[in-house]
C-alpha cells in the first residue's frame, strides 16, 4: 500500500487521529482530508471506520513506531487504555472525572508514559480525551502527576502538529482586500492543467522565488493540475549540487508538493537534436564573431558576417563546438530571427555556447550548452506544460519563446505573467547576496536579514503568513516596490493566535521591587495565552521581591497604584534613586482587595526565586540591511549599506523559557514577538556558564509601537522608548570596544531618545529627508521612489511629535515640557548614547559570559576559563573565543588589524621554516622590497590593480603637512618589484629569476574583519618569477601548488583540494590561477586556502620585462609566475580542528607538545618533598627536549594542578593526559623516617605522544624507541 488516504471528520473528535498520522509519516506514507466521517479506505471493498479503529490500523501499518507497544502485554495495556479514554474520559460527572484523572496519575507514577516508556497510542487517546473535556482540564491541576504528563505530551511535535490542524471555528468571509484578483487561465479546465517552477541551482531560493512556487501551487491546487519541479542547469559553471539540496528543502519548508521532478540536462540530447534541426532550416547558423564586437553588431543592428553561411559550414561549425575543440571554442550558435528588430532579443539571440566545465549531472559528456532562453520553451512543450508562469521581465522574451516553438514544430504552452515582488529596502539578485555572504556582512544564507526563504524564515515568517500574502496579491501584472510590512502583517495574523505569552526584563535596567504583604501561595497556573483560558497553562512565580524593567520603574511616583500583570494593584510607597536620579529600587505595598484596573499602570515583571530561577535571553533585532527604500539603477547597493542593523539585548525571561525549542514563537509581553533561535543550555560542568535563549524579534507590520513602558497618560511624560514593537525596536548598533567579536553589538534598542541632542538630530533629518521629496518630484523621478521618501519623512515627523509634540506641518515650533523626572531621564538617556570624553564606557563581554565583577555566584561557581559557546551552536562566536582564549591573538585599537602572540606564531614560524627550505631547493632566493608604493606606479597596470583599488589604504600626510602625491601602502608587490625586475633582466642568462618575500601587506576593504580569515594587515610571503619558456613557468605554477598542499596535509592535517579557478575568480592580470581549497565543516563553506598564479607574458609586456633570445637574437617577454601563501592557514587550522573544549594544534606545528605538570603539591608536603619533585619534573622536561619534543613544565605556584589542565586543553585540547608514578625512593631519600611511602603524579599534557611507559625515576628518564616521529 503506497499512500494511505485517510478521512477526517470534523465532528468527530478527530484529534487522536491527527497526532497519530503525525506520528507513523516517517514510517507510513500518508495524506489527510476532510470529510464526513474519519476512515481509511482500504480497497474498493474494505474500509476502517471509527477513530479508535483507525488510530490502531495506522500503528499496525507502522510497527517500529512504536505506537503499539513492542510485546503483546504493552498490547494487551494500550487497549485497556483506548477503552478507557472513550468510556472513563467521556463522562462528565464529578465522580467520573476524579476517577479518570486518579487512573492517570496512578499510572504516571510508576513510569514516563501510561503503557511504558514511550508514547503509544494509550497516551494520545487519553490526552485528546481530556483536551476536549473541559471538566477533566478544569480537574487536572488537582492531579501533580497527571498535569506533568499533559503537559510533557503537549510539547511534543506530533501532538503540536495535531492540534494546530484542528479545524478552526467558522469565521466571517474574509475581506476582499485580503484575496487578491487570479486571472483565469487560457484554456485552463479542470484535470489539465500543468505548471512547472523552474529555478537555477546557483544559490538560496529567496521570497521572490517563494511567490513564484506558491503562485505556481496555487493554480495546481485550483485545477487539480500537475506541478512539475525543473532544475534549470544549463550553465555548468554555476550550477551546484549543494544548491540543488538546499533548494529542495526550502520547498519542504514552504510546503510545496510537486508532481514531477527533471532537470534540463535529462532532455540534451532532444535539444542538440533540435538545434541540428533548425540548422538545416537555415533558421540558426554558427558564429565565431568575438563577443565585444557582437554585443556592437546587436547594437547598432549591423548582420553578423556568419549569417548567410551555408548549412554545410554551420554544421561543419556546430561539430566542432559540440566536440568543444579550439575552433569551437570561439563559436556559438545563434537564431536567425531579425538583427535589425526593435525587440533587442530578437535580433538573433544566442542559443548554444562552448563550456568546458564538468557538469555536476553529466559531467564532461558535452561541450556545448543550450541558453536558458532554448531549451526552456523546449523542456515546456515536451514535459507538457500547459501554462508558463514567468514575471513580466521575461516580456520581451515571449516572442522569442514562440519564435522557437514554431520553427522547431513544437506545442506552444500558454504564457501568463504575473508581477515581479519587489521589496524596499532589499536586493533580490544572487550575485549581490553572494556579496554578502562573501564580505561576512550577514551570518550566511539563512541571516534574518536575507530575503531568502531561510532568512525569513528564520526571522520567524510561517509558510501560512507567507501563503495568505502571496494569495493576497493575486495575479497583478502592476510592477510596485512593497514595504516588508504588509508582509509581516499578514504573519502577525497567523502567529498571534498561537504564540504563548511569556514576560521577560532588560537586564541592564532592571529595577528591584520590594513587595510588602506577600503572604499567598507561590505559584499559580494561567493561560499560556489569555485569549484561550481553557488552553495550555504556565506557572507564575511570586515571591516578596520582583524585577521590573528600569523604563517602568522611571515612570513610578510615590502614592500612585500600579497593576503587576497576573497578580493584581499595589500602591507605590517609595521610589529610591541615586546620584544622576537613576531609579534603584522600589516599595510597594499590595492591595488584593483593590480589582480597579483603570488607569493605572500595568507592568510586567519577574519574580526573584530560587525554585524558579530567571534564566538568560539575548534578544537579537535585525533591521534592513539595505539603507534607501528603493535602489535606483544607477545606484550602487555598496554604498547603502546599513552598518547597524542589529542590535543585542540581554535579558532576564521567566524559567519556562527555558523549555523553548528552535523554531518556537512566542510574545514577550510589552515587547513584541520572537522566534526561539537558539535554546536555553545550562551551565556546563567545565564552564559554570549557562548558554541563555537567543531569541530573535519577528515583526508584526505595525507602524505604531507597541507599549512597554508606564501607562499611556504616562507615555509622553516618559523619555525613555525601550519598549517599542517588534518591528521597531531596531536602535543604533554599538560597536564593541573592548569584546572582540564577528559581529556588532548593541546595548538597547531605541528609536530616539529625547534628549535634546536626539531631537535635534531628529529636526535634522526631517530637513534633509524634505529637501530629498521636493527634488523628487522636481526631477521626475518614479512615483514609488517619491512614495517611500514621502513615507520616511512622515514618519520622522510622526516621532517627533510622539517625543516633544510638537506637530511640524511645515517646520514651526509648539513643543511641549515635560516633567522635570523625565527631563532628567532624558538626560541620562542621551549621555548613554552619546557619551563625554570623562564618561566611562561600560566594558562589554561575550555573548553569553556573565561579568564576575558584579555577579558574586558567576565569581563562585565559574571560572570562565573555558568556552561558553558549542562549536555546532554558533561557529562565530565560537571561533573569537577560542583564538582570543587560546592565547592566539590580543585585540589592537585598530579595526582589523590584530596582535600575534606566541603562540600562534610560533605555528607561522614553523611553516615559515618548512616552505622556505623547500622553495630554496627549487632555486628561489628571498628578498625585500619597500612597503610604499608610488600612485603612478600603483596605476602603471590598471587592469590589475582595478581589482584592488578598494582596498589599497594611502598615506596623504607627513606630520602636518600634506604629500605631494599619495603614496599607497602595497596591497600585493607586482608593481613594486616589476620595475626592478626589468633593470636586472636583460640577458637569458639572468634568468630564471626566482625572488620570494616575506612580508605584511595592507587591504582596507573590510567592513566585518575576522582574526587570520579576513584581516586588513596580514603576513604572507609572495613568490614572484621570471623564465625564458612558458613551460617552465607553468611547471613552477604546479611544484608551488603542490608545496601548499603539503604545507596544509603534512603540516596542518587538513585536507585540501587543488584545482583552477574560473575565469571570473582567476587573479586580476593572470593566464589562469591554481588554487587549494578547504573546507570548513562548521560553517558548511569552502575557503581558498593558497594560489599559485601564472601570470603569463601579461605583466612582461606591461613592465617591458624583456632579454634577448640566444638563437635568434630578437627581444622576447619573460614569462611569469607569483603565488602567494597567507596567515590564514592559522585561521583555517583553528576551524577545522578545533573542538568545544578549545584548540586542537596538529603535533608537527604545536608550539609546545608536552606540557609536565606537577600533581599533588599539597600544603602537607614537605619542603624537601616538593624540591625533589620539581627537581624531577626539570629532568624529565630535559629528557624530552634531548628527544627532540618541544616541551616545558608548568612549575608556577599561583595556580592549581586542575586549573593548569584546563589552561592547557583549551590551548591544544588534542592533548592526552596521562601520568607517571614516580617512586618513593627516588622522590623522597628518606621515605621510611617521615610520612612512608609517598608516591606523587606528573601530570603530562601530551600533543604528540600516545603512551608513555611508567619507568624508575632516576636523574635521566628512558623513552620506547619509538616514542614521537617527526
Not at 589604504?953 to 603637512?961: C, E, I, L, P, Y
Not at 578549545?1142 to 609536565?1156: D, E, F, S
Given at each position: ?861 565559574g571560572t570562565r576559563l573555558g568556552l561558553e559557546v558549542k562549536k555546532s551552536e554558533n561557529f562565530s562566536e565560537w571561533y573569537s573565543q577560542v583564538i582570543k582564549k587560546s592565547e592566539m591573538i590580543e585585540y589592537y585599537d585598530v579595526s582589523g588589524c590584530y596582535i600575534l602572540r606566541p603562540w600562534s606564531y610560533s605555528i607561522w614560524d614553523i611553516i615559515k621554516n618548512f616552505f622556505d627550505g623547500e622553495i630554496k631547493k627549487l632555486g628561489v ?243 624537601k618533598d616538593r624540591e625533589d619533585l620539581l627537581a624531577h619534573c626539570r629532568d624529565f622536561v630535559v629528557s624530552l627536549k634531548d628527544a627532540d619534543i618541544r616541551c616545558k613544565a608548568d612549575l608556577r605556584d599561583n595556580y592549581s594542578p586542575g586549573w593548569k589542565f584546563n589552561h592547557w586543553e583549551l590551548k591544544a585540547s588534542s592533548c592526552e593526559n596521562g601520568s607517571i608514578s614516580l617512586p618513593s625512593t627516588a622522590c623522597h631519600p628518606h ?40
Open positions: 500500500m503506497d499512500l494511505i488516504k485517510v478521512s477526517v471528520g470534523k465532528g468527530s473528535q478527530p484529534l487522536a487521529v491527527l497526532i497519530t498520522t503525525a506520528f507513523v509519516r516517517d514510517h507510513v506514507a500518508t495524506t489527510v482530508e476532510w470529510a464526513s466521517s474519519t476512515a481509511i479506505q482500504v480497497d474498493s471493498d474494505v474500509s476502517v471506520s471509527g477513530n479508535v479503529s483507525v488510530i490502531r490500523f495506522l500503528a499496525r501499518l507502522a510497527p517500529a513506531s512504536g505506537l503499539y507497544g513492542y510485546t503483546p502485554l504493552q498490547a494487551s495495556k494500550i487497549d485497556e487504555w483506548l477503552e478507557f479514554s472513550i468510556i472513563s474520559c467521556g463522562s462528565q460527572s464529578q465522580a467520573a472525572v476524579g476517577s479518570a484523572l486518579d487512573a492517570v496519575n496512578t499510572a504516571i507514577s510508576q513510569k514516563a508514559f501510561l503503557a511504558g516508556n514511550s508514547v503509544s497510542l494509550a497516551d494520545i487517546a487519553v490526552w485528546s480525551a481530556i483536551r476536549v473535556n473541559d471538566d477533566l482540564m478544569k480537574a487536572l491541576d488537582a492531579y501533580p502527576k497527571a498535569s506533568v504528563w499533559y503537559r510533557q505530551c503537549s510539547k511534543l511535535e506530533a501532538f503540536v502538529e495535531g492540534v494546530s490542524n484542528l479545524p478552526v471555528q467558522e469565521e466571517p468571509a474574509a475581506k476582499a482586500e485580503d484575496q487578491g484578483k487570479f486571472v483565469e487561465l487560457q484554456g485552463a479546465s479542470d484535470g489539465n492543467v500543468v505548471v512547472r517552477f523552474p529555478p537555477e541551482a546557483s544559490g538560496y531560493l529567496h521570497i521572490g522565488h517563494a511567490k513564484a512556487a506558491l503562485l505556481n501551487q496555487y493554480y495546481q491546487q485550483k485545477f487539480s493540475g500537475k506541478l512539475i519541479m525543473r532544475f534549470d542547469d544549463t550553465n555548468p559553471v554555476k550550477e551546484k549540487a549543494d544548491f540543488e539540496e538546499v533548494i529542495l528543502d526550502d520547498l519542504k519548508m514552504l510546503k510545496v508538493d510537486y508532481d514531477l521532478f527533471s532537470r534540463t540536462s535529462d532532455h540534451f540530447d532532444y535539444i542538440l537534436e533540435c538545434a541540428e534541426g533548425i540548422i538545416k532550416k537555415r533558421l540558426a547558423y554558427v558564429d565565431d564573431t568575438p563577443q565585444e564586437q557582437m554585443q556592437k553588431e546587436r547594437e547598432q543592428r549591423i548582420p553578423s558576417r556568419n549569417r548567410e553561411n551555408t548549412v554545410e559550414k554551420n554544421l561543419q561549425l556546430w561539430e566542432d563546438m559540440k566536440a568543444g575543440n579550439e575552433t569551437g571554442l570561439q563559436c556559438c550558435l545563434r537564431a536567425k530571427i531579425d538583427y535589425a528588430s526593435d525587440n533587442g532579443c530578437l535580433r538573433d539571440p544566442t542559443l548554444f555556447r562552448c563550456k568546458l566545465e564538468p557538469h555536476v549531472q553529466t559531467g564532461t559528456k558535452y561541450k556545448a550548452y543550450p541558453t536558458y532562453d532554448f531549451a526552456c520553451p523546449i523542456v515546456d512543450s515536451i514535459e507538457g506544460v500547459t501554462h508558463a508562469l514567468r514575471t513580466m521581465e521575461y516580456h520581451d522574451r515571449d516572442e522569442q519563446y514562440y519564435w522557437l516553438l514554431d520553427a522547431m514544430g513544437l506545442r506552444k504552452p500558454h504564457i501568463w505573467e504575473y508581477s515581479r515582488l519587489n521589496l524596499q529596502h532589499t536586493v533580490l539578485s544572487k550575485r549581490k547576496l553572494t556579496w554578502f555572504v562573501e564580505e561576512g556582512l550577514v551570518d550566511g544564507w539563512d541571516d534574518p536579514r536575507f530575503p531568502t526563504v531561510r532568512g525569513v524564515m528564520r526571522k520567524g515568517m510561517t509558510v501560512e503568513g507567507l501563503r495568505q500574502f502571496i494569495i493576497a496579491q493575486g495575479s497583478s501584472k502592476a510592477n510596485v516596490t512593497m514595504e516588508w510590512d504588509k508582509i509581516w502583517a499578514f504573519n502577525r495574523k497567523v502567529i498571534d493566535p498561537i504564540a504563548a505569552r511569556y514576560s521577560a526584563v532588560v537586564k541592564e535596567r532592571s529595577v528591584e521591587v520590594n513587595v510588602k504583604g506577600f503572604a499567598g501561595k507561590e505559584f499559580k497556573h494561567v493561560p499560556k495565552h489569555p485569549k484561550f483560558p481553557e488552553g495550555d497553562q504556565k506557572e507564575v512565580w511570586y515571591s516578596a521581591v520582583i524585577l521590573v524593567d528600569g523604563d517602568d520603574a522611571v515612570t513610578f511616583s510615590e502614592g500612585e497604584t500600579v497593576t503587576f500583570m497576573h497578580w493584581g494593584n499595589a500602591v507605590v510607597e517609595r521610589v529610591v534613586s541615586n546620584d544622576d536620579g537613576v531609579v534603584t529600587a522600589v516599595d510597594v505595598q499590595l492591595k488584593p482587595d483593590d480589582t480597579n484596573y483603570k488607569n493605572t499602570t500595568k507592568v510586567t515583571w519577574l519574580a526573584k526565586l530560587e525554585k524558579a530561577p530567571l534564566i538568560p535571553i539575548t534578544c537579537a533585532y535585525y533591521d534592513d540591511i539595505i539603507s534607501k527604500p528603493v535602489l535606483a539603477k544607477e545606484d550602487n547597493f555598496k554604498d547603502y549599506i546599513n552598518q547597524n542593523s542589529k542590535a543585542v539585548v540581554d535579558m532576564y525571561g521567566e524559567s519556562l523559557l527555558g523549555s523553548l525549542k528552535k523554531g518556537d514563537i512566542v510574545q514577550l509581553q510589552r515587547k513584541g514577538f520572537f522566534i526561539c533561535d537558539q535554546p536555553y543550555a545550562p551551565a556546563s560542568i567545565h564552564t559554570s556558564v549557562e548558554a541563555p535563549c537567543v531569541l530573535i524579534a519577528v515583526p508584526d507590520g505595525r507602524s505604531k509601537a507597541l507599549l512597554t513602558s508606564g501607562s499611556k497618560a504616562k507615555r509622553s511624560e516618559a523619555s525613555v522608548t525601550s519598549g517599542e514593537s517588534a518591528d521597531s525596536q531596531r536602535g543604533s548598533s554599538k560597536k564593541a570596544k573592548q569584546a572582540p567579536k564577528l559581529e556588532t553589538i548593541a546595548a538597547e534598542p531605541t528609536l530616539v531618545g529625547a534628549g535634546a541632542a536626539d531631537v535635534g538630530v531628529l529636526r535634522a533629518r526631517i530637513t534633509e529627508c524634505g529637501d530629498r521629496v521636493r527634488e523628487l518630484k522636481t526631477s521626475g523621478a518614479a512615483k514609488e521612489v517619491v512614495d517611500a521618501e514621502v513615507k520616511v519623512l512622515l514618519e520622522l515627523k510622526k516621532q517627533l511629535k510622539d517625543l516633544t509634540g510638537e506637530d511640524l506641518a511645515s517646520g514651526g515650533s509648539g513643543k511641549k515640557k515635560g516633567k522635570a523626572k523625565a527631563d532628567k531621564q532624558a538626560e541620562q538617556t542621551n549621555q548613554k548614547k552619546h557619551p563625554t570624553k570623562d564618561s566611562k564606557p561600560s566594558a562589554t563581554l561575550f555573548k553569553g559570559e556573565v561579568d564576575v565583577s558584579k555577579d558574586g555566584d558567576a565569581k563562585k561557581h632566493e628571498n628578498t625585500y622590497f619597500p612597503i610604499f608604493v608610488s600612485k603612478s606606479a600603483l596605476e602603471r597596470e590598471k587592469t590589475h590593480i582595478e581589482d584592488f583599488a578598494p582596498e589599497v589604504a594611502w598615506v596623504t600626510r607627513s606630520g602636518q603637512s600634506e604629500l605631494a602625491e599619495p603614496i599607497a601602502i602595497r596591497p600585493t608587490s607586482e608593481t613594486v618589484m616589476y620595475p626592478t625586475y626589468a633593470k636586472w633582466i636583460q640577458s637569458h642568462r639572468d634568468l630564471p629569476l626566482q625572488l620570494n618575500q616575506w612580508n605584511n601587506v595592507v587591504r582596507w576593504e573590510f567592513k566585518q574583519p575576522q582574526p587570520f580569515i579576513r584581516t586588513r594587515e596580514f603576513l604572507w610571503q609572495e613568490g614572484h618569477t621570471a623564465f625564458a619558456t612558458r613551460q617552465e613557468a607553468v611547471d613552477e605554477v604546479h611544484q608551488i601548488l603542490e608545496l601548499y598542499r603539503r604545507v596544509y596535509e603534512e603540516l596542518l592535517a587538513v585536507p585540501v583540494i587543488c584545482g583552477k579557478k574560473t575565469e571570473k575568480e582567476k587573479f586580476a592580470g593572470a593566464d589562469f590561477t591554481t588554487t587549494i581549497e578547504g573546507y570548513i565543516p562548521g560553517s558548511g563553506r569552502g575557503i581558498q586556502a593558497a594560489t599559485s598564479h601564472h601570470l603569463g607574458q601579461n605583466f612582461s609586456r606591461m613592465f617591458d620585462i624583456g632579454f634577448e633570445h640566444p638563437i635568434t637574437g630578437e627581444r622576447e617577454f619573460v614569462h611569469q609566475n607569483s603565488w602567494g601563501l597567507t596567515t590564514r592557514t592559522i585561521g583555517v587550522l583553528t576551524m577545522v580542528h578545533g573542538d568545544d573544549q578549545g584548540l586542537v594544534l596538529p603535533p608537527r606545528v604545536a608550539c609546545l607538545q608536552v606540557v609536565v605538570v606537577p600533581c599533588g603539591l599539597t600544603v602537607k608536603l614537605s619542603d621515605a621510611g623516617t617521615h610520612t612512608g611511602l609517598i608516591k606523587e603524579q606528573v601530570y603530562l599534557s601530551m600533543g604528540t605522544i600516545n603512551s608513555v611507559a611508567s619507568t624508575s625515576c632516576t636523574s635521566r628518564y628512558t623513552f620506547p624507541t619509538k616514542l614521537y616521529e617527526k
